[in-house]
Structures are given as C-alpha cells and as structure tokens.
DNA sequence: TATTGTTATACTCTATAACTATA
DNA sequence: TATAGTTATAGAGTATAACAATA
C-alpha cells in the first residue's frame, strides 16, 4: 500500500461560498457573498484549504503561460535549480524537490533529449554525474523565469505589492523550518 | 492526450534555500540562513511555489491526523460540504470541488459503505438524490472538523494569530473572483 | 556497507467516452 | 436536447523493490 501520496491529495476545486455555517468548532469569520449556491465557509476558514486552492489558481495561470515552453512545473522547477546551481546532482534535485529518485530519471531524460540539459561526469564521485544547461537550456529556462516572474504579478492582481509580500513572507513562515 | 492535470503537477518539496541568484530577472529579496545546500532563493520568491509548498507542509499534517478516521483531504471536504449542505448533489459536490462525476461515484459509494452518509431520493429531480450525513457520519464529521480546527493552530506556530488571520485573507484574495 | 543512477512495476489520481434514466 | 449518475478505461503521477557501478 505505502504512504499516501502527498501531492497527489491536492485537488482543484472552482467556485466559492454562501453563507456562514451553524457549527460550533469553526472559528467565525465574516463570510462574504455567496456565488454558487453551497456552504463552503467552514473550508474557507482552513490555511491548508486556502492554500492549495490559491496555489492551483496560480498553477492553472502557470500551466497555460508556459504550454509554449513545453515545460510543466516540475520541469521549471527542475531547470531552474540547474541554472542557479551547475552541476547538481539528480540525488540534490530529488532532495530539494521531493522527487523519488526513480521518478526523476524519465524527465532528465526528456531534458537531455531536447537539449536542454548536459549532464558531465561529476568531478570527485564516479557514480554521479553533474547537470548543466546547455546554451539552449539558457535560454529557454531565461525566457521561462521571465515568464514566471511576470505571472508573480498577474496573478496577484487583487494584492496590493506589498500584500504580496507579506502573503510570501507568511507562506515561507509556514513551510520553512 | 487531454488537459494536462492540474492536481498533479503539484509535488511536495523537501528543504530549502541557499543564496542568492545572479539573475536580472529574479527580483531581489532577503535571502535568509542556507541549510540543504542548494540555491532555491528565486523558487522562493515565487507565489505559486511559496503556496504550493505551504498547503503541502499543512496537508502532510493533515494526513497524519486524519488517519484514524480514514479520511483523506478530499473525503473531510465531502463530508464538511455534506454536513453544512444536506441535500447537497454529487453534481454540486463535483463543481464545488473540482472533481469530475466519474471520479466521485468511488468516493461517494465508500462513504456509503461505511455508512457514513445516505442518499436520498432528490425532492424535484428523480435523476438527481440528495446526500446527508447518518448519525455516525455526523459524529465522524464533527470530530474530523474539531480536529482540522486545532490542526490549523498547530501548523501555523510561527505565525501569530493576527497574521494567520492575515494570511488567509491574503489568499483568499488570490483564488476568490 | 552505503549511495548514485537506473529499470521494472504497482498503485493512485485524473481524464474522456459512452450509457441510462430522467428533465 | 440537455443533465445526473454511472461504468469502463486510458493516461498521468507517485510509490517500492532490486540491480550495477562506485564510494
């Protein structure tokens, strides 16, 4: 069986609230207007709610923005962490990202294959081998992030930028540490 | 082919951050304490990414406590929409949720099973049936609730409750609308 | 003995097509 | 003609076991 998959418990909801619900555990919160018709304000009380749905927001706008890069977002995430760190290892990248080593194999070899990436024999430990951007890597993973720091605005068009900052600087106090 | 899945391009990271990044297009931030080694300052200064990571840490923990009811995220949701909207549809569980029909009829028939809800015929639409929660789904229900209520204090230790509060708020702004 | 990268493979989650019975 | 619930199934994503080469 295993341990359930993590990731894979996220889901992608749509549409919004009504009206407040008659539960004494959910703390009160001022519930706005409703929209589709069901009681969704005890969920909108919940971080782990709000997040994922605030994230699928902004993953849906990722997915469209970069369809014409080719790239997901773990293969962003992937040749991102290349860029700014030649010469990583695929054990590191499975590390930092929370990829199953088997798991990563397939799509290093699909960046290899399309020339994005060059992998060279790691110079103190035979077994690993060291990951660059090939000169198309850099430019194709420029452009990327150059998208995706242009999507950081679009989609926070409702924040103010300081509200975005603070909303990073709070996310980060959640998962970091 | 299809739509790509929204739900599962997200992945559960690890670890953090390093230094800084030589790029011109990041935009610059204080980037904090390394600890894993790898330069994830510009991943970091990205909503999506921030947000993603923070509903997994939540949602790793959420898990956790969830097991001894053997409820997943997506089942406390059903049966928290159930519980505030007797009557409520599949159909209106599936858009409020995001999940397509064929992908509830499991979850919906599970729930039945352990005889967590029940289904009743629909008062104006004999395609439809409306769902409630039995008296032991209602108990479940109701301790499920208390204990994601408490969950959400827990996660957000390094948060002060103004900030939660915050947070939020900030969030909601970037899903609702 | 442990670790890197890898193959094979199973399980879960998500998506599409198509059916039935009602509307 | 359209919709609610359903079945069957295909496709992505995620997990474990085990192996060869090297540490």
């Given at each position: 069986m295993s341990e359930p998959s993590v990731a894979n418990t996220l889901r992608r909801p749509r549409a919004p609230r009504k009206t407040a619900s008659t539960d004494p555990v959910s703390p009160s919160v001022d519930t706005p207007e409703p929209s589709s018709?069901?009681?969704?304000s005890y969920l909108e009380t919940l971080l782990g709610y709000n997040a994922r749905r605030a994230a699928l927001a902004v993953i849906t706008v990722f997915l469209r923005r970069m369809e014409p890069f080719g790239l997901r977002p773990v293969d962003f995430s992937v040749l991102t962490l290349i860029a700014h760190n030649?010469?990583?290892t695929s054990r590191q990248l499975c590390a930092e990202l929370d990829i199953l080593p088997p798991n990563l194999v397939g799509m290093i070899k699909s960046l290899d294959k399309r020339g994005l990436i060059v992998r060279k024999p790691h110079p103190s430990d035979r077994r690993a081998q060291g990951l660059h951007l090939s000169a198309e890597g850099k430019r194709l993973q420029k452009q990327a992030q150059t998208t995706a720091t242009r999507l950081e605005h679009d989609v926070s068009h409702a924040l103010t930028p300081a509200e975005l900052e603070t909303l990073n600087t709070l996310l980060r106090k959640v998962y970091l540490r």
């Open positions: 018709g069901l009681d969704t030649p010469g990583v």
